[in-house]
């Protein structure tokens, strides 16, 4: 074994060897296998420079990846939106905590989303049509018009990747209302007319599913499907006290033998941080309630007495941290590491389902969300709608901070991620789908600028932006949903 000096020393002076690492390289052990963030040793020396200046969406450069991130019942716009166009000054209330990462934000007005409008129903057409571009059917048996935006990527794009898409979430369903389906309320993400993507909420079994149960390949950039279908293990560490990286120990550190010093420092933080995420897992699963029950005690169908409305399903709260914005981080967290390790380029996110009676007594709005998003101009009403507002945002804010220290290529993961954030719904109380609160987060690989308020043209389809985010994604497509052409107007890095 080297002495400590030495192998200090050495690691100090190593290069990155002169014999790339495959992108395929997982590190491997009984019954698990981890997947690998972006390394310099990935990249073969005679064009690591020059692969620094390459666009994203070139051959052997990071890929893009998109999500889409969903809030319920509109927002308060007066607290949303900025004063002025052009470059981002001040902050309003709600978007306060992107001030960290504003330079990498862009607000967009005046989109509007005339496919979320329904026969006298506001909330279910809005979720149900948001990302689909096109009305869903005004039926109790839930129909859309087709696949939606990040399904259409995932087809196109996602055969790179041991998972095509995640469709995440928070809370539970909700009855459908006024002859439609309550589906629409809790499933943004479309796989075809009649199949929503399966929501996962649960973060341990999203954990195990990813990393532990399964063995993802690491980042594959540079072209050609994901091949080979995974190897997994007929041993399958179910008990939550074995760490995955106990389990790949040994593979690590011959893997780190390999490597120059900043690619150790890569991989021992992101292992650490894999590890940090195990811890937290670990600790929600010892509780047997989550932070839904309290959430929702006076939401509609919470009380089992009120027969003539079907129960509001509680989730089991193992696995499911006590506090709702635990239950956010740890879900987030877990998205930042699978775009990281290229376990999956296309996901989608709510906060909570549309029409959601959620209430949030920890940052004192206690009041039923969905009522307060009726606000008929109260002030305390007003006040408690962008606490909540905020409140998302922070939670928003903080994964787009963690992607900025994630470093990937010549940059970070969040210069390779192009994020939706927004609603089917602007103003709750009048339930309009013109002028959205939407903003975009990210590089989009090199070709998306921000720091700016953009302002358009009234009525402008927000599915010209999908167009856009497909193309930034590599997706060749000229029209989605009722789109008029790309966006126009989106700043260039």
Same mark, same amino acid.
């Given at each position: ?29 009984? &019954? ?26 070139? #051959? ?9 991130? $969903? ?5 308060? /716009? ?42 006298? #129903? ?6 149900? &049509? ?49 002859? $439609? ?29 990813? *990393? ?9 950039? &540079?072209?050609?499907?994901? @091949? ?41 933080? $992101? ?24 959430? *929702? ?14 129960? =509001? ?14 239950? !956010?981080?740890? /879900? ?49 009403? %007003? ?12 939670? *928003? ?16 993961? %969040? ?29 989009? &690989?090199?070709? =998306? ?15 010209? %932006?999908? !167009? ?16 008029? @052409?790309? %966006? ?6």
């Amino acid at each position: 074994m080297d002495s400590q000096d030495g192998t200090a020393k050495r690691a100090v002076r190593m290069p990155v060897s002169s014999t790339p690492i495959s992108r395929r390289t997982v590190i491997r052990g009984a &019954g698990a296998a981890v997947a690998l963030p972006w390394l310099e040793a990935m990249t073969p020396l005679a064009s690591t420079a020059a692969a620094g200046e390459q666009a994203a969406s070139n #051959a052997g450069g990071p890929p893009v990846r998109l999500a889409f991130f $969903y809030v319920p019942n509109g927002v308060n /716009m007066d607290t949303w939106r900025p004063e002025s166009t052009g470059a981002l000054g001040e902050l309003p209330p709600i978007l306060k905590p992107l001030e960290p990462v504003k330079d990498r934000v862009t607000v967009i007005s005046d989109l509007a989303a005339d496919h979320c409008k329904g026969k006298s #129903a506001g909330h279910e057409p809005a979720g149900g &049509g948001f990302l689909v571009g096109e009305k869903c059917k005004h039926s109790e048996t839930p129909e859309v018009a087709g696949a939606s935006v990040d399904q259409v990527a995932a087809r196109e794009i996602g055969l790179s990747t041991p998972v095509d898409s995640l469709a995440l979430g928070i809370d539970p369903g909700h009855r459908g209302d006024h002859g $439609y389906s309550g589906t629409y309320l809790s499933h943004i993400s479309w796989r075809s007319k009649t199949t929503p993507s399966p929501l996962r909420m649960n973060p341990k079994v999203l954990f195990d599913d990813l *990393f532990r149960g399964q063995r993802p390949r690491p980042a594959k950039w &540079g072209g050609g499907d994901f @091949g080979a279908a995974s190897n997994n293990s007929s041993v399958r560490p179910d008990t939550i006290e074995q760490s995955v990286l106990d389990l790949v120990r040994e593979d690590a550190k011959a893997l780190q033998r390999r490597l120059g010093f900043s690619d150790r420092r890569k991989v021992e933080e $992101y292992l650490e941080g894999l590890r940090g995420i195990e811890r937290r897992v670990r600790s929600a699963s010892l509780d047997a309630e989550s932070h839904h029950r309290e959430a *929702f005690r006076d939401a509609p169908g919470a009380d089992a007495d009120e027969q003539e409305l079907p129960p =509001l399903i509680i989730p089991d709260g193992r696995g499911v941290p006590k506090l709702y914005a635990d239950h !956010v981080n740890l /879900m987030l967290d877990i998205l930042v590491l699978a775009f990281q390790t290229d376990t999956t380029r296309i996901a989608s996110f709510l906060f909570s389902y549309e029409k959601s009676g959620r209430s949030y007594p920890e940052i004192d709005a206690r009041g039923s969300h969905h009522s307060l998003s009726h606000h008929q101009k109260k002030q305390e009403n %007003l006040d408690q709608l962008t606490r909540i507002n905020t409140h998302h945002m922070e939670l *928003f804010s903080r994964m787009l901070v963690r992607m900025s220290e994630v470093e990937e290529g010549a940059g970070s993961l %969040l210069d390779n991620v192009m994020i939706l954030y927004g609603a089917g719904i602007s103003d709750g109380n009048r339930h309009n789908h013109d002028d959205l609160p939407v903003l975009v987060a990210g590089g989009a &690989g090199g070709t =998306l600028g921000g720091g700016v308020h953009l302002k358009l043209d009234k009525q402008t389809p927000i599915c010209n %932006l999908y !167009v856009d985010m497909l193309r930034r994604a590599g997706v060749a497509i000229d029209q989605f949903g009722d789109s008029s @052409g790309p %966006l126009a107007g989106l700043p260039k890095a």
